[in-house]
């Protein structure tokens, strides 16, 4: 059974900085891309990051393109979100996923919650 556990959400004030983890574990972690994922207050789940299963690649949304970045380490079965200059609109709840080999998000973890204020 793979389980993903997300720390590192806390409040910060706009302009802040924050490391999100997220722990894997059930399958092997190196196989898989890695994403993040968030939703804030009253809205939707989107799409935030994603990084290809050996961290070559990374895709990121508009919205924090060039503020936040996506690694992984396969060696600790870990993905992080490193996410600076953040915003008030960055306020949400934060959960990583793990892809599967047919392109869906399979798993999830249980969120962890970032709150900027202005």
């Known amino acids: 059974q793979v389980q993903l556990v997300e720390c590192g959400g806390g409040l910060v004030q706009t302009g802040g900085s924050l490391r999100l983890s997220c722990a894997a574990s059930?399958?092997?972690?190196?196989?898989?891309?890695m994403g993040w994922f968030r939703q804030p207050p009253g809205k939707e789940r989107e799409f935030v990051a994603v990084a290809s299963s050996t961290g070559t690649y990374a895709v990121y949304a508009d919205s924090v393109r060039g503020r936040f970045t996506i690694s992984r380490d396969n060696a600790k079965n870990m993905v992080y979100l490193r996410m600076n200059s953040l915003k008030p609109e960055d306020t949400a709840g934060y959960y990583c996923?793990?892809?599967?080999?047919?392109?869906?998000?399979?798993?999830w973890g249980q969120g962890t919650q970032v709150t900027v204020s202005s």
């Open positions: 996923a793990q892809k599967g080999g047919d392109g869906a998000w399979d798993y």
């Open positions: 059930g399958r092997t972690f190196s196989n898989y891309a």
